[in-house]
């Protein structure tokens, strides 16, 4: 591997084992990585070993010399789960994985992991329980499951053995464990935080001695230790989070509180009060049926009540008679203005959660598009138009949609609260009882539905995301559709992915509504059992009045506990369209920032430039390219279709980052320049032009409306598109239609011209830009071009090779490398390559039959 090349994963083998096993562990890991495409390194770590296991480093060195292998020498044992962290602050890779030297990963289980690579953040491997050997490591193993699941708040079928993490996740929480289990405590901190997992099933006959030794019932308790830390330290702010408006930590109260709570406190701490207001509300209207049921059931009890003396009293003072039936009216009265301020406290808290909610869903959404915006273009060039539409729109939704759920639930937590309390003054012993039905038919249904619902969510969350995508194809592609009688096929297609929704909405209202039937059946047997008890066993003390009031609660608390219920499922449904905004925001490639302005570029640089693309490392599109251009010069680009070209404009526009070598301006590197400032500098007319659904005037200038007519006509002169402009019934205000639907290709390609040249910059790339224009338009437009040469760096990719016979210098691209490169005559008078070229072109253009070009391939084939 080169050593500028950027691993893609980086392998962690500790050297604490036995003799041999070091060795194989690396010899099974590149026997694995050379039927993959990614690039990797292997870091091994002495770790005070013995010589035994250095020298098969050594020996591995040797042995795979092609293979990035570095021994890390540590003159003292520092502990597995420390290196673990030590190393991943040395590797260079983006993924970063722990190979077992003692157990010697299987190979079929390291190429599980890695067909999964690139899907998640975590890559992570189970194997159920009873995959276990021996009744007594099925225990052990489900003990283990259902202690990660607890502390990563996940419901993860299984958990053993290494993940494949991205390696920026491991560095925020460095040396934050030690000894066994610091990677259960790794990742259940990483889960908590929301970090997307994909789980892959690795059979249990396939793992080794090492992994199976694991399960021991000390080893239990130790994780169990280690894992503790991770509730002790949950509200903890982790070393090198982002600042108070990062939308990361989803499913955790740490991401309410930096999206919600900390940017708006005001609203945060008035929907805190409107919350307690309203269920203590709630608890006086309950507490007011106690005395005034004593006074129609037992008016010698009611005598020695506060409240009933209270009421008498305020009612002589008014100059009414304190008879039974005013006393129970003036009961009712108040009880009715408390119904009615509990009902205004909660329209406020509504109205509160949604005012925070619109604000954060405007927040998330302007920065989910800047961030897309400011996105790599070779990082955007794979995504789908439809599927970044999606991500933009469709988890800004569920952000609000999940922080109302969220205040839903602390709702019902503080009714249900205080509720609880209610019943403890009524009964202890039957509030206990009640608790332990409530609370467990709370943990049943969480239990039953948190997983499905977000699998649920999941779900409709990636099939509205292909509907999305193929809307947009489909519109974008209307002439193709019809030309070829699409029509059908593609309402066939979306009505099976509306048909697909169907299951998973209609078990998420299962899932969310579902509570509300417990619940109701609870209180129902809750109620008849007190009822029974009351009157077949009076020593207890339960009056009419006290069972009456425990009624009046617990159809309070019930629906207490469903909304607790519903917004959990809620919440779980809305998991993937958070991890989608957490993935943007945090993880989406960004185009470089910094550097300064520029002012002038009087010339270009290209030294030695190469590129691949990051999907492809291994295929050089570019290879050592170099060429100077200067202001007042014309260079012309040509070669075969995928000689590379237009990337040779796009690594100039600064689309693309060089994988070796740089383009320099004015003798520095484009990374001294802000890339607004660079790009401001330069007018680019594309082969695939885009039009924007606005008029004539706005497209030209791009919104800038500084600029003058004179210089818009004078732009549409030299591109040729004055005349036509001219003879619309608007003229420049006349509207184009969507991507100039209204405009010919010719026209369009016209006016992306005219847009380039208008504001005459310091450098001009024409990338096929006149491809849809006739000849006779074509040379009045290259004419156009000409004139402005002397003021401009200009770079022409053409395909005609007609049209650069004027060029100051010519250069011929073949398999990405430089072949032939000067003037028009002298490239001919050399008759190679671009001679053959230029003839069979100039056959084309006159209708005769042109010869075959030999590209790189078929001169290889001939040699």
Known sequence: MSERTQPVISFFVPCLNEEGNVGCAIDRLVEVMRETPHTYEILVVDDASTDASVAEVLACQQRHHDVAIELIRNQTCQGLGPNYFATAQRARGEHYMLI?????????????????LGEAEAIVPYFGSRDARGVNRKLISWVFATLVRLCSGERLRYYNGPVLHKTANIRRHASTAWGFGYQAELLCRLLREGVSTVEVHIANVDRTRGLSKAFRWRNILSVAGTLGRVFRQRFAHPHGTAGPRSLQDFGSLRFYWRTAIRPYPKQAAAILMLMVAGALLDVLVIVLTIPMLDVLTAPDRAQHNPLVGLTRHALETVGLAPSISVVIFAFLTVASALFMVRSACWLWTRHAIASVAVRLRRATKGALFERFLRAGYEEMSRRARGTVVNDINVPAEAVVGA????????????NALLMGGVLVYLSWWATLFIGILALGAVQAWRWFADRRSAACGGVLYELRGEQNKLQVDAIDGLKIVKA???ESHLAQRQDALLEAEWRPELRLVLYQY?????????????VLGL??????VPALGI?????AAFLLAIRRIAPALALINQSSVNLNRHRRELEVVDEVLRMLPQERSGGGPIERVEEIRMERVSFAYASRPEKEILREVSVTMSRGTVTAVVGPTGAGKSTIAHVVLGLYEPRAGGVLANGETLQAYRLADWRSRIGYVSQDFFVFNATVRENITLGDEQVSMTQIEWAARAAQLHEFVSSLP?????????RGLRLSGGQCQRLAIARAILRKPDVLIFDEATSALDNLTERAVYSAINALHREAIILVIAHRLSTVKDADQILVLQDGRVVEQGTHEALMQHGAF???????????????APEPVETGSDHARAS
């Open 100 to 116: 077992n030297g003692d157990a010697v990963e299987p190979t079929d289980s390291i190429r599980a992991m890695l067909a999964h």
């Open 403 to 414: 922080l109302t759920q969220f205040g839903y639930l602390l709702t019902g937590a503080f």
């Open 484 to 486: 070829h009688g699409l």
């Open 514 to 526: 579902g509570p509300a039937v417990v619940n109701e059946l609870i209180a129902v047997l809750i």
């Open 531 to 536: 009822g029974v008890v009351t009157f077949l």
């Open 543 to 547: 009056r009419f009045s006290m069972l």
């Open 730 to 738: 608007e003229r420049y205000d006349t509207v184009v239609g969507d």
């Open 834 to 848: 671009y001679a053959r070229l230029y003839t069979e072109d100039d056959r084309r253009e006159t209708g005769e």
